[in-house]
């Protein structure tokens, strides 16, 4: 890996773990606030609405910026968010904290991968930003765990100080290996052809199944930590290697699901779902048993990330004469869904469900998402309708 992107790499790792450490530390982040366990959920949906909503317009408004620039900014606000969320006094404090921080989540992310395509020769621009990507998936690897693990030994607040440290050596990494570059000049391109994307069957057919994606994955696993403590009796210590499983069971989705894109993609984006649904309904059943819930837990992790890739190759293919418009429609599409998945989630616990009855609605999303993906092929295949051709700038 060529030391740039390592750089680049650190602080998409630090990022992707304080968006899903809280996760594993939920229980205790909410006891040290004084507030329930499903009222805490409000963190996961409001970091997500901060990088859905507040990502995009940051991108915006510091197009004149240089990149290298921005990318030192951003990583500065993210050590500042983990301090201060680390001292946080209140929930109140401590969302609005959170927020903050994912706003420069959500913009370091696009910029990122446009510094990493520019940063190699053009036939290995995609290993460039899949190594923008790992960043996230190693981040559910090994920095969820080791955060739920350090925040079950040392306290919660201790989980964003060693954030904190990460973020540091992020920022002395893009300070020392990412080069200095010029301003970029705006995109040319109208504003109404981009929006008008949006209405091909493929593309608004694929934020569906999107969104019911994460319902079918956020909603359990923002109260994971609670349904394996309540539910499944695991004990805290061994939760971290449950989640280090879930993050295994990811990385290798990522890779089925590229291949599986590459190959049929519909067909294959059909199975998954369906295979999904089954397996949120073995969840549920299996949630009483730690060892049927475990190797449950690492197959549902794999299949989220495989579903996810061919999601966004097929957003990418049918959005490729809007390739701005495109960039921003995948992030912000899967943080809407882990918003309302979390508010969803919070909603259900708060009415008197059971953290055992969060798998049932994902369960029922991935069967919705199904037959809108089939009703979707089957749309296409009757139009005849092909793919535009990428649109170069």
Known sequence: MPLPLFALFLAAFAFGTTEFVIAGILPDVAQGLGVSIPFAGYLVSGYALGIAIGGPFLTMATRQVSRRSILLALTIAFCLGQIACALAPSFATMLAFRIATAVAHGAYFGIAMVVAVGLVRQEFRGRAVSVILAGLTVSNIIGVPA??????????????????????????????????????????????????????????????????????????????TPLLREVTGLDAMVIPWVLLLNGVGATLGVFIGGRLSDWKLMPSLIALLAIQAVTLAVLYMASPYPVAMTVTIFVWGALNFAIGTPIQARILMWTADAPSLASSLIPSGFNIGIAIAAIVGAALLEGGYGYRSLPVLGAFALVLACVVAILSALGERRSGAIPPHAVLT
């Open 147 to 224: 955060g739920a693990a350090i925040g079950g030994l040392w306290g919660w607040r201790t989980t964003f100080w060693a954030m904190t440290i990460v973020g540091v050596l992020a920022l002395i990494a893009i300070w020392v290996l990412i080069p200095q570059t010029k301003n970029e000049p705006q995109q040319s391109g109208h504003l109404g052809k981009e929006v008008r994307v949006l209405g091909r069957q493929q593309v608004w057919t694929s934020l569906i199944m999107m969104l019911a994606l994460m319902i079918g994955q956020m909603v359990p696993f923002t109260y994971i």
